[in-house]
């Protein structure tokens, strides 16, 4: 059993930069592929990034590549999503999630999901 918590979440300005944070409690073993997904008002959740917790092997969004990272520090048991260059169409709900079964991009291959952050771009 996982918990995630996310953080990190907050208004900035289109251009501008922030970082969430997804703690995990219990045990991430090196096959658990850690994602990041996020949902805007009406819109379905999408996939934005995920990673491999062993390798370190990243996967990304069209939409977000180059401009976003996901890292981890194994010592915290912590995902990060690094986002720089925000757009206000980047605004949204920020969730992250755990798969058991490797890469997925689809929501429904994440069992452990934390509460969300919200990400809040201003024109």
């Known amino acids: 059993q996982l918990e995630l918590v996310e953080s990190g979440g907050g208004l900035v300005q289109a251009g501008g930069s922030l970082r969430l944070s997804c703690a995990t409690s219990?045990?991430?073993?090196?096959?658990?592929?850690m994602g990041w997904f996020r949902q805007a008002p009406g819109k379905e959740r999408e996939f934005v990034a995920a990673?491999?917790?062993?390798?370190?092997?990243?996967y990304y969004a069209d939409s977000v590549k180059g401009r976003f990272t996901v890292f981890r520090d194994s010592a915290k048991n912590t995902v990060y999503l690094q986002m720089h260059s925000l757009k206000p169409e980047d605004t949204a709900l920020y969730f992250c999630?755990?798969?058991?079964?490797?890469?997925?991009?689809?929501?429904?291959?994440?069992?452990?999901w934390g509460q969300g952050t919200q990400v809040t771009v201003s024109s």
């Open positions: 219990g045990r991430v073993f090196s096959n658990y592929v």
């Open positions: 990673l491999r917790w062993s390798s370190t092997s990243t």
């Open positions: 999630a755990t798969s058991t079964t490797g890469w997925q991009i689809s929501e429904s291959g994440y069992a452990y």
